[in-house]
């Protein structure tokens, strides 16, 4: 599948809407993590929101390769980019606030809840997409 701009937008935001508020749900009530907050559901919205901005780029330097393909070794780096880029966003340099203290946020929660949310949407958007809306594929990602 090669994706437009506006299926990804569609996918991603209906993915991190669903597959992320459901893993998140988890560390914002304790269970995974001992410190019970909401900060979890601000992290998965700066992902979402940012993201959409970091389509646009994803989507220009799709067009540049000669099969317009996005493979998912692509997809891994782009989470880690992502991740790096909202960890010190919020940690180091602080221009994305967060309703708890800098110091409360750990690298090993955010990196706990950032993997396994972007590791439960890329495992959906590789299955659970595919046979939901099966002409998903077909329509560059648009499933609206």
């Known amino acids: 599948m090669t994706p437009t701009l506006f299926g990804r937008w569609q996918t991603r935001l209906l993915l991190l809407a669903t597959i992320g508020v459901v893993v998140s749900l988890p560390f914002a009530m304790g269970l995974i993590s001992p410190r019970a907050n909401s900060v979890y559901f601000w992290i998965l919205g700066y992902v979402a929101i940012f993201g959409l901005i970091w389509d646009v780029l994803y989507n220009y330097l799709q067009k540049s390769r000669w099969d317009r393909d996005w493979p998912a070794a692509y ?12 960890f010190c966003g919020v940690k180091l340099f602080g221009f994305l606030p967060i309703p708890i203290p800098k110091a409360e ?15 439960a949407v890329f495992i959906a958007s590789q299955s659970l997409m595919r046979i939901i809306f099966p002409r998903w594929r077909f329509r560059g990602g648009q499933w609206l």
């Open 75 to 86: 997809q891994l780096v782009a989470g880690i980019w992502e991740s790096v880029f909202i």
């Open 105 to 119: 946020l750990t690298l090993g929660d955010f990196l706990l809840h950032y993997s396994l949310v972007w590791l």
